[in-house]
């Protein structure tokens, strides 16, 4: 404080140097001390539980934490267990299929909203509003939707249509896509609002050169502006993947794993074996399982896409 | 000024009321309890408490069936700061006692009789080499069938002996526009037609074999097949929304007469009662049919946590007895929709089915048919529990063969070994 004072007192001459180190060396370690409680929080509660957890995984650990060693007994047993096959069967079809159905509608809906149609705002709004509901809403509601004696089976069926069957949540080798409906009808909204931003952000003189240049408008789209929309795919795809592994809470809501625990994904198997079916270690295990797929699956990713970022463009 | 004499007036009249009510102690129970009956009962309990001066902090963590009342129960001892007492259901007071965490209530339970109160079957869940780590305050029986007594009339049909006597009501129930039995997929409601199939084709004995001790040869017998046999054919009495219907549900569906029946617990007739119907008019509860009739029964135990507290251990003394008074037990049980833990309180003032639940009692003891239920952790650990649970789930729903339920089921239980 003195320093700033003295400094201030002489107008005219130029900042002295203890001034000048002390706002320099301020202005260098701000950021890290800003940053330092935050980092801290992050070390501990993600870094060393992840630690904790693979410790446990490689203990006998039950019904409470058991501090031994026993090797890769528990990962053999979780493979052996068919219900952990299904789960992450389940994994990979939901999030593959939520992904490429919310992304190719998402965008759909943004090109369709970005050709300056009137009451935009409104539609935004209302293909946005879901993203606001609780995941335990949307699973509920989809829930009785679906339901063959109360939903759209029902309701197409007193209409005439005698014949109508939708009963896939009944049935367990399509109950899992009931939950992908219900995730897309949830998350589209929020992917086309991150591509329409994108949209806006294009320099419409690009545009505009390429129409003059002749090229037609799915040309346009195909070859111009869905590659300008990189970043914005980044963004949701990351977003997106994050959402399906933690697809818990819905999966609970919808189906709670059936029926038959056709449904189970490995967040809900993990809860159970750690919290229901005193079998911590085998829960341990599964965790780490699901932290190497998303580490193996996003880790590159984001490399290259990052990577190119800094050197490309 | 004015407006911090009356904060400060406030004040001082607030403190003094809860300052009285813990005269003595509190103690922070912990439960899963959190529907209006259960709440109603448990206030029998917390009444007596305050009466002789205790006070209690309620720690109510709903859900999953206690299952997330068990996880805050595990994330609380493991920061070293455990409520005064918890609810048990199943193993989990046996588990905690073995890991030493539990107070033992022998002393009051030797000069009191406790030990004697109970059944040999129950004392397994609440005793061990002589303590007494848990105090039984409910029982409930969980193979009732609930049916609605005009569905029943309308059909010409009576109570069921047999289970083949059962799913022969099926097709005339159907044909009158009747669901004749109500459940959801949820692998508990399946599986507690399954515990009570287990017992009612092969008797207790194989019950005791098959389910508690895990015997691989029990496992994979022909009994065992034949149990799945005829739970496939109760699948064929079920209509098709039943995935992701609620137990409650399919109890309504039985009370407006959409369903003729249902496979359930106790804690079902309190739907009936909500709807203002009456046993033997309205609606009927019998036993699951067998030739010697089980009574699958589950109970609710509090067990109290090791303390330096000296107010703590005070209250949590005043609880044990509380919960062990014959007369709390009749009060809370008349309200919950069970019967007493402690086999020698009086029938007096229950309704007709709780009479009926302490007459089959009686006699399943008298027959060695008084067995813990399996769905709700009363015959082996919940690893192995739950390994029923997904095979019976899963088999309700899919085209799985009996053999092939069987084989999942003895591969299963090895793995969880």
Redesign the interface.
Known sequence: MTDISQSAAVPGTAPQRPAATLSARLARWLPRLVMAPSFLVVLIGVYLFIAWTLWISLSSS????RYDFVGLEQYV?LW????WHTAVINLFLFTGLFLAVTIALGLLMAILLDQNIRAEGVLRTVYLYPMALSFIVTGTAW?WVL????GVEKVVQSWGWDTFAF?W????ET?IYCVVIAAVWQSTGFAMAIFLAGLRGIDSSIIKAAQIEGASLPRIYASIIVPLLRPAFLSVIVLLSYISIKSFDLVLA???A?????TEMPSTFMF?YT?????MGVGAASAIMMLMTVAAIIIPYLYSELREDTHGH | MTKYKTLLLATALALPLPVLAQEKGTIEVLHHWVSESESAALNVVRERMAEQGFGWQDSAVGGMSGANATQALRTRLASGNPPGAMQFLGYEGLNWNAEGVVRDFSEPANEKGWFDAIEPEVAEFVTADGKFFAMPINMHRQNWIWANKKVFDANGLSVPQTWAELIAMGPKLKAAGVVPLATGDEAWQIQLIFDALVTDLNGPDFYRKALVELDTEALSSPGMIAVFDTLREVRGLVDDGFVGRDWAVATGMVASGEAAMQVHGDWAKGEFLAHGLKEGEDFLCFATPSKTPSYLFLIDSFGAFTTRDAATTAAQAALAETIMDPEVQRAFNRIKGSIPARSDVSVDGFDSCAVKSFEDRAAAIGNGAMLGALTHGFASQPQFAAVFADVVGQFFVTDMTSQQAVDMLVNGIANAM
């Not at chain 1, 339901?147 to 109360?150: A, H, K, M």
């Open positions: 039950a019904m409470l934490p047993r052996n267990t068919p219900r829930k339901n063959p004696e109360l009963d949540i009944t049935r367990p109950a919808l189906t709670n059936g029926p038959g625990g056709s159970a919290f229901q079916r005193n079998q």
